[in-house]
């Protein structure tokens, strides 16, 4: 992990280790970026609608769709580098000592530990994603027309944000001893996913006949 | 436009950029990124994968996957800059003048010019999100099994790529006067959508079968 958070990082080195061998940055923090550019995209429809004399009747749902917006876009950026900040954690926890049964157990906890924190992480980043695939809905229908496609594309990346986020929940649930943490959270994985695919749907029939 | 390519700023900044009212970047742009993630994730399973005892076995298919990906990842990055200057061309195209018919005539062929241009761009942006879609599945099947997740996520943000681009040639195919060209052009973008979906289905049902 580098010293700075990776939004701080160019396009191109988050890119380039991300390709890397190098066990973080991964899938998890790869959900919260394409997240963020969903909440971005969101944020853009609201700008281009806020103030036109054609839209003056969505004028305040578009500026509480620009509010929400700009905070899951705020949470997503810094989940970039928490997700990969809790899988370094991780990864530590492997590596101490099992050499006497009290470093076993002394270990087991740390990683259990380790390994809660790292699923909770794309469990935010999932459940953010779902606000931001709610939030495009009535960007699609309400916003400038001319960016029908940008509040689309914002839910197509919310629903892979989440569906990524779920894949990286999972694996860590595959290690998690205690099944009623892990049952409790991929219920509210499966909620979350059976949302965002059914608001992907809903926006593109709806961008579609637009376009 | 600014000066340098978008992969030279930071993540911040250009998630910044995004959700402005400026004109570009929009959803075609975002759409190279989030395929340039994609192929990025498939080039790390690949190298998780190579040199290692336990898949001596398919190093020669994985050292061919890691060029395709890397090959892609370059395009893909490349083409977050180029859609947004491709739709900057429209933009100034729309500007020219039409009082007279010849200036209406002169406006209309320009218009007409860079529309194509700026469709090509996202067509090209979901052939090769297909391209690196098709690359996941080996990668999910044969590579570092401890990458698996990241194999899946590959699939889902490829698609994703696919399904953003397609909204952005969709939108421009609008304006195109010549059904010859886009009807071509519409039936390749269905291929892809058709091939994406399918592989993304495929290679999360094999990676949760893991997990």
Sequence with gaps: MTAEPYAKSTIEAYLARLSSAEPEPGGGSAAALVGAMAAALVSMVSNLTLGRDKYMGVQEQMAEIKMNAEFALARLADLITTDALAYGLVAQAMKLPKGTPEEN???????QGALVDATEVPLEI?????????????????GNASAASDAAVAAVLADAAAQA????????LGWIEDPGFAGEVWSRVETVL??????????????????
Tied chains: 1, 2.
């Design 194 to 211: 059976c949302e965002t695919a059914h608001l992907r749907d809903t926006i593109l029939s709806v961008t579609y006949a637009k376009l």
């Design 165 to 172: 986020a779920a894949l990286n929940v999972k694996i860590n």
């Design 105 to 111: 157990k002394a270990r087991g906890a740390a990683l």
């Design 126 to 142: 999932a459940e953010t994603a779902a606000e931001v695939a709610r939030l495009a809905l009535p960007a699609a229908e309400l």
